[in-house]
């Protein structure tokens, strides 16, 4: 987990660009900076950036029902047992 040490060890540029990130994603710096140590800057961008993308597209409505998804999944499944029944 990362410490107050670990943020103050930061150069004032990362902690701007940490604070940014937190903020995006709606996490204390703190809390941000054990992904970032775990994961890096770049990814962790590209995570908050793809969520906040996917975020948007389910509010708008461009999402698939989780419902329409199991469905889908369960008749995908069950076609495949009946082939591998007749084979």
């Given at each position: ?62 999402g ?5 998804v ?18």
């Amino acid at each position: 987990m990362a410490t107050e040490q670990d943020l103050q060890a930061l150069s004032p540029s990362d902690r701007a660009r940490l604070e940014r990130l937190a903020e995006l994603a709606g996490r204390t710096p703190l809390e941000t900076l054990y992904f970032v140590q775990r994961d890096g800057f770049e990814e962790c961008e590209e995570s908050v950036r793809e969520n906040l993308i996917a975020e948007q597209d389910i509010a708008e409505g461009r999402g698939v029902p989780n419902e329409q998804v199991m469905e889908d999944a369960q008749r995908i499944i069950d076609e495949c047992a009946q082939r591998a029944k007749q084979a």
